[in-house]
C-alpha cells in the first residue's frame, strides 16, 4: 500500500546549520506532498506542500522539491533557529481517497544555541 | 480566529467507561477527519467525513464511533474504551473540494489514557 518514510530522529543541531530531512513515498499515481510541523504541545501546522512532479514548496526559509524519479520529498533549510525545533512529519494524499493523509512516523529536531 | 477546537485536552479513564471527545471547527469545512498519534507510527487515520451524515472508516476505525449532525461538529465516541487506544488524538477539518493539494487544519489534541 501507499506509505511514507521519513530519517529517523531525533536530529540535533546547532544553530544556523543547514538542515535536510529525507522523505520517500511509495504509492500508486501521484499524490499531493506535504510536510506539517508539530511544535511541543501543539497541533499539527501545515509547512509546505507540493501537488505535481518538480513543484518547490517553500514557506519560512524551508523548501521541499518533488522528485517523482526518486520518490522523494526531502525537505531542507539553510539555517536553522532554535524556534524550529519542533516535529516534522512527511504525508501523501490522493484527491480520490477522501482527502485521507499519509504520513510518515516523524522526525524529532532539537536546535541548539 | 479560525480553529479546530477539542474537548477535552487531556483524559485519564478506566476500561469500559463510555466516552466523547468532542471536535468544532468554525471554517465552514465539508471535511472532518479524526487520526491517532502513536511513537514511531506518525499518524493514522481513524474516520474521516465528507459531509453532513456522511461518514467512512479510515486505516484504524476499530473500536471507535463518529458521527456528523452538524457541519461543524465532529464527536469522537469509545463505547468501551480499552488500554490499546492509550493515544493522542488529533482532529482535523479541511474543505472537501480539490482535495488533491488541499490544506487540513488541525485540533491541538486529545491526550487520552486507558487504564
Known amino acids: 500500500g501507499d506509505s511514507v518514510t521519513q530519517m529517523e530522529g531525533p536530529v540535533t543541531l546547532s544553530e544556523e546549520a543547514f538542515l535536510t530531512i529525507n522523505c520517500t513515498y511509495t504509492a500508486t499515481g501521484y499524490p499531493s506532498l506535504f510536510w506539517y510541523v508539530q511544535y511541543p504541545g501543539e497541533g499539527l501546522q501545515l509547512l509546505l506542500k507540493a501537488t505535481k512532479a518538480d513543484d518547490k514548496g517553500s514557506n519560512k526559509g524551508f523548501e521541499a522539491t518533488y522528485r517523482k524519479e526518486t520518490t522523494s520529498f526531502h525537505l531542507e533549510k539553510g539555517s536553522v533557529q532554535v524556534s524550529d525545533s519542533a516535529v516534522y512529519f512527511c504525508a501523501l494524499s490522493f484527491y480520490n481517497q477522501g482527502g485521507k493523509l499519509i504520513f510518515g512516523q516523524g522526525t524529532e529536531l532539537s536546535v541548539k544555541p | 480566529e479560525a480553529q479546530v477546537t477539542q474537548n477535552p485536552r487531556y483524559l485519564i479513564t478506566v476500561t469500559g467507561k463510555k466516552l466523547t471527545v468532542t471536535c468544532s471547527q468554525n471554517?465552514?469545512?465539508?471535511?472532518m477527519s479524526w487520526y491517532r498519534q502513536d511513537p514511531g507510527l506518525g499518524l493514522r487515520q481513524i474516520y474521516y467525513?465528507?459531509?453532513?451524515?456522511?461518514?467512512d472508516k479510515g486505516d484504524v476505525p476499530e473500536g471507535y464511533k463518529v458521527s456528523r449532525k452538524e457541519k461543524r461538529n465532529f464527536p469522537l465516541i469509545l463505547e468501551s474504551p480499552s488500554p490499546n487506544q492509550t493515544s493522542l488524538y488529533f482532529c482535523?477539518?479541511?474543505?472537501?473540494?480539490?482535495?488533491?493539494?488541499?490544506?487540513?487544519?488541525f485540533g491541538p489534541g486529545t491526550r487520552l489514557t486507558v487504564l
Open positions: 471554517m465552514n469545512h465539508e471535511y
Open positions: 467525513s465528507m459531509n453532513v451524515e456522511v461518514t
Open positions: 482535523a477539518s479541511g474543505n472537501s473540494r480539490g482535495l488533491a493539494g488541499a490544506s487540513q487544519f
